[in-house]
T-cell receptor
Framework: GQQVMQIPQYQHVQEGEDFTTYCNSS?????IQWYKQRPGGHPVFLIQ?????EVKKQKRLTFQFGEAKKNSSLHITATQTTDVGTYFC???????????????FGQGTILTVHP | NAGVTQTPKFRVLKTGQSMTLLCAQD?????MYWYRQDPGMGLRLIHY???????AKGEVPDGYNVSRLKKQNFLLGLESAAPSQTSVYFC????????????FGPGTRLTVL
């Protein structure tokens, strides 16, 4: 079945350092979504990428979708303590129809920021 | 609007007991999902529904059943709980297809002894 692999599993950084998490799929994705889960909380949607090579920015966060639509990355510039949490990518390989609504989540990257 | 709510928040079961987790959404979403979250495993889809009266199996459906009798509710049942079902369960909903963001509930932490 479809697999979405995410690395690294853990990342510890000092406040102010940059952070990147990578997501790779075994199959071509229709789109990819990114979610953030604060400790003890639930996943919250951050962004969606649909087009090949797409790059989107949200303040200090930069999201990229690979040219082949099989990989994606999330980069945070100058991390802050508020960035602590688990970041998940979620890929959709579905064609219009029965499987179109299912996302496959990566394992997540747990980010710790030391002040 | 409450968004997505889940009942209960915590539960401890003994092996072999049964229970039902309730998910409710007030956003009129067509799609609803049940996930389980285990350390290092991410979120794995148990069952999902693309509309009232319909359900389908996800990635890890064994040991679970679901029902969607009303559009706003999605129930997850464990008929005979096992320790392997100890997990955090999240319900989510979305407008329609996989191109829409999913809204998650606060989760239910279930322990099976």
């Amino acid at each position: 079945g479809q697999q979405v692999m995410q690395i690294p599993q853990y990342q510890h950084v000092q406040e102010g350092e940059d952070f990147t998490t990578y997501c790779n799929s075994s199959t071509t994705l229709s789109n990819i979504q990114w979610y953030k889960q604060r400790p003890g909380g639930h996943p919250v949607f951050l962004i969606q990428l649909v087009k090949s090579g797409e790059v989107k920015k949200q303040k200090r966060l930069t999201f990229q979708f690979g040219e082949a639509k099989k990989n994606s990355s999330l980069h945070i510039t100058a991390t802050q303590t508020t960035d602590v949490g688990t970041y998940f990518c979620a890929g959709n390989t579905g064609q219009e129809g029965t499987s179109y609504g299912k996302l496959t989540f990566g394992q997540g990257t747990i980010l710790t920021v030391h002040p | 609007n409450a968004g997505v709510t889940q009942t209960p928040k915590f539960r401890v079961l003994k092996t072999g007991q049964s229970m039902t987790l309730l998910c409710a959404q007030d956003m009129n979403h067509e799609y609803m999902y049940w996930y389980r979250q285990d350390p290092g495993m991410g979120l794995r889809l148990i069952h999902y529904s693309v509309g009232e009266g319909t359900t389908a199996k996800g990635e890890v459906p064994d040991g679970y059943n679901v029902s969607r009798l009303k559009k706003q509710n999605f129930l997850l049942g464990l008929e005979s709980a096992a320790p392997s079902q100890t997990s955090v369960y999240f319900c989510a909903s979305s407008w329609t297809s996989g191109l829409d963001e999913q809204f998650f509930g606060p989760g239910t932490r279930l322990t099976v002894l």
